[in-house]
T-cell receptor, first 117, second 114 residues
Framework: DTGVSQDPRHKITKRGQNVTFRCDPI?????LYWYRQTLGQGPEFLTY????????KSRLLSDRFSAERPKGSFSTLEIQRTEQGDSAMYLC???????????????FGSGTQLSVL | GDSVTQMEGPVTLSEEAFLTINCTYT??????LFWYVQYPGEGLQLLLK?????DKGSNKGFEATYRKETTSFHLEKGSVQVSDSAVYFC?????????????FGGGTRVLVKP
């Protein structure tokens, strides 16, 4: 069990550029979550996958954001036309959730720190 | 919508002191409640949880009791160690929601001095 891996750890980009982050969950986990955390705040939910299906998206996830989990394993989060307000830590978490389960343990990655200049 | 409010830090303590971090929540249903901890340079880790009223979650000497009447889930530890220095997050999960979508509080930084 290597835990949840996120790549890259840090990303610096210029405003207007596109960026893509990758998350590799724990191998047998069927659920995958993306959160965003700004300095001094708690994480905020962005989106959630069960296997390859994206089941929920927060209103925080504007049209510039898109997430995929094509084979039900790793996931990518893309931000198009980045803005300075997108600067944050982007966290990925995974879990093993059975049918109807709602409070299973989430395992978090160390995050990708995005800085938009 | 659901929300979580926790005391602001930083909280600075001496080793072996008693720690309390207050957490209150607002939710429409009957949420599950969690405390997560983030040690320096590491990802968030589940510390403990409680899924219904009057449940007590405990782990590593930490405890928290789900108090529905006061909508609270305060974290306590009787004797802290330097290794407990971290940021602590209170969180809730909506009842009936698919998956475990968490709503977090703002976090409380705890610094334990030897």
């Amino acid at each position: 069990d290597t835990g949840v891996s996120q790549d890259p750890r840090h990303k610096i980009t210029k405003r207007g550029q596109n960026v893509t982050f990758r998350c590799d969950p724990i191998s047998e986990h069927n659920r995958l979550y993306w959160y965003r955390q700004t300095l001094g705040q708690g994480p905020e939910f962005l989106t959630y996958f069960q296997n390859e299906a994206q089941l929920e998206k927060s209103r925080l996830l504007s049209d510039r954001f898109s997430a995929e989990r094509p084979k039900g394993s790793f996931s990518t989060l893309e931000i198009q036309r980045t803005e300075q307000g997108d600067s944050a830590m982007y966290l990925c978490a995974s879990s093993l959730g059975g049918r109807g389960a709602t409070n299973e343990k989430l395992f978090f990655g160390s995050g990708t720190q995005l800085s938009v200049l | 919508g659901d929300s979580v409010t926790q005391m602001e830090g930083p909280v600075t303590l001496s080793e072996e002191a008693f720690l309390t971090i207050n957490c209150t929540y607002t939710a429409t249903g009957y949420p599950s409640l969690f405390w997560y901890v983030q040690y320096p340079g590491e990802g968030l880790q589940l510390l403990l949880k409680a899924t219904k009223a009057d449940d007590k979650g405990s782990n590593k000497g930490f405890e928290a009791t789900y108090r529905k009447e006061t909508t609270s889930f305060h974290l306590e530890k009787g004797s802290v160690q330097v290794s407990d220095s971290a940021v602590y997050f209170c969180a809730l999960s909506e009842s009936g929601a698919a998956g475990n979508k968490l709503t977090f509080g703002g976090g409380t930084r705890v610094l334990v001095k030897p």
